[in-house]
């Protein structure tokens, strides 16, 4: 993941609306991307998870695009409900060298999620 | 409520002092995680356990850092002589390491705030 800053980037949308939040990665090694909800007081939720052998993955409202060419992911979010606000990090993983991993996440700079009824 | 559950959920303290918190993971889940995040950032990787074994740490993890996964069951992460820049939530996660990713399933954090 990328390092972050103090300041999270925002997103505010209203209620039904479509909303894409964008994560850059830094590492080319990355074998596996996790996007992650947080709500305030809560641990990290997983939500969708995509594999480096993928540029494509749908779940239920929600589609993860991967752009190893850029070092880009991002998460779209369909018909955005006010129970999506939240922070919502991307995370990496890397094989280690024998093409295993234990499961050391790297996470990248969340993004602030305001859906407005 | 993943079914990881972490104690205590807050905890203030004096500078210096030692602090121990507890992580109890999904009771079948052999790898059990510990991660700092601090306002406004993306957690960071502390530590891993594969049952009692810890096999990776952080360099964030100072000597004042100290895990342990006595039974392969719960873990507890105890800093000793805290700092002010401890201050941040402790966040525990667990999962069935079987294959290459197996989804981690996290707690909901210790906060610890150092005056």
């Known amino acids: 993941g990328e390092s972050v800053g103090l300041h999270l980037p925002t997103l505010s949308v209203q209620e039904g609306d479509n909303s894409i939040i964008n994560c850059a990665y830094s590492?080319?090694?990355?074998?596996?991307f996790i996007w992650y909800k947080q709500e305030s007081g809560k641990g990290p939720q997983f939500i969708i998870d995509?594999?480096?052998?993928?540029d494509k993955r749908q779940g239920q409202r929600v589609t993860v695009l991967l752009n190893k060419t850029v070092k880009h992911l991002s998460l779209q979010i369909a018909a955005t409900q006010p129970g999506d606000s939240a922070v919502y990090f991307c995370?990496?993983?890397?094989?280690?060298?024998?093409?295993?991993?234990?499961?050391?996440?790297?996470f990248g700079q969340g993004t602030i999620l305001t859906v407005h009824p | 409520d993943t079914g990881v559950s972490q104690n205590p959920r807050h905890k203030i303290t004096k500078r210096g002092q030692n602090v121990t918190f507890r992580c109890d993971p999904i009771?079948?889940?052999?790898?059990l995680y510990w991660y700092r995040q601090t306002l406004g950032q993306g957690p960071e990787f502390l530590t891993y356990?594969?049952?009692?074994?810890?096999?990776?740490k952080s360099r964030l993890l100072s000597d004042r850092f100290s895990a342990e996964r006595p039974k392969g069951s719960f873990s507890t992460l105890e800093i000793q002589r805290t700092e002010q820049g401890d201050s941040a939530m402790y966040l525990c996660?667990?999962?069935?390491?079987?294959?290459?990713?197996?989804?981690?399933?996290f707690g909901p954090g210790t906060r610890l705030t150092v005056l």
């Open positions: 995370a990496d993983l890397e094989a280690n060298a024998g093409g295993t991993s234990y499961g050391k996440l790297t």
């Open positions: 995509i594999r480096s052998n993928m």
């Open positions: 356990f594969q049952n009692e074994a810890q096999l990776e």
């Open positions: 996660a667990s999962s069935l390491g079987q294959t290459f990713y197996n989804e981690q399933f």
């Open positions: 009771s079948e889940h052999n790898r």
């Open positions: 590492n080319s090694a990355s074998d596996y």
